[in-house]
């Protein structure tokens, strides 16, 4: 049973770019959440999918913005970046609101040079 | 907002003993849960343990156990007969559920180290 699998595991962008990131949730599981996790921090919450729309959002300006596809992966997109966005993304799924708590895949490190 | 707060940015163990993490976490909710994640070298958190606070037995699972104290609104991790593959950071985590979703709030982690 396949976990929740995410790409590509590393990636490098100039400031200004845009990047796209991809996230396919563990078998079974149809909510979608995304996690900025900077350089020695705790994870923060981006945003929450169900059913193709978002649910909840933290507090993250619009350049980030993500979608959720019918078979329930997800994709998180980043416009104009900033080097401050330099940070480990974790995607983490759960079937309905996670309240017996999520599980993650191993993030995408994005650098921003 | 709900903050959550690892007083400990690192600790250190040696193999086959106990060793006690601490969280406290501020709210003014009644309903909600608590975790600890673990986050190995290879950055994938790991669900160690969970608690819902309307309960008030405390969470074990194993090796791992919770001192969940919802007055004073504490939540700390005891690992016991600590292991190399313990090594790693340790995230205690709070949710709350909403209507329009949920999310979790993380603290900033406590690294530990497990020496032999």
């Known amino acids: 049973d396949a976990g929740v699998t995410q790409s590509p595991t590393h990636l490098i962008k100039t400031r200004g770019q845009q990047v796209t990131l991809r996230c396919s949730p563990k078998?079974?599981?149809?909510?979608v959440s995304w996690y900025q996790q900077a350089l020695g921090q705790g994870p923060q919450f981006i945003f929450q999918?169900?059913?193709?729309?978002?649910?909840q959002r933290g507090n993250f300006p619009d350049r980030f913005s993500g979608h959720q596809f019918p078979n329930y992966s997800s994709e998180l997109n980043v416009n104009a970046l900033l080097l401050g966005d330099s940070a480990l993304y974790l995607c983490?799924?759960?079937?309905?609101?996670?309240?017996?708590?999520?599980?993650f895949g191993s993030g995408t490190r994005l650098t921003v040079v | 907002a709900q903050t959550v707060t690892q007083s400990q940015p690192e600790m250190s163990v040696q193999e086959a003993e106990t060793v006690t993490l601490s969280c406290t976490y501020d709210?003014?909710?009644?309903?909600?849960?608590l975790f600890w994640y673990k986050q190995p070298p290879s950055r994938q958190m790991i669900l160690v343990i969970r608690?819902?606070?309307?309960?008030?037995q405390n969470a074990t699972e194993n090796r791992f156990s919770v001192n969940f104290q919802k007055a004073a609104k504490s939540f700390s991790l005891k690992i016991s007969d600590s292991q190399l593959g313990d090594t790693a950071m340790y995230f205690c985590?709070?949710?709350?559920?909403?209507?329009?979703?949920?999310?979790?709030?993380f603290g900033k982690g406590t690294s530990l180290l497990v020496t032999p």
């Open positions: 608690q819902e606070a309307y309960k008030q």
């Open positions: 709210t003014s909710e009644n309903n909600y849960y």
């Open positions: 985590a709070f949710m709350k559920p909403l209507k329009g979703g949920y999310a979790l709030n």
């Open positions: 999918y169900y059913e193709e729309e978002e649910r």
């Open positions: 078998s079974g599981h149809d909510t």
């Open positions: 983490a799924s759960s079937y309905g609101a996670g309240g017996y708590g999520y599980t």
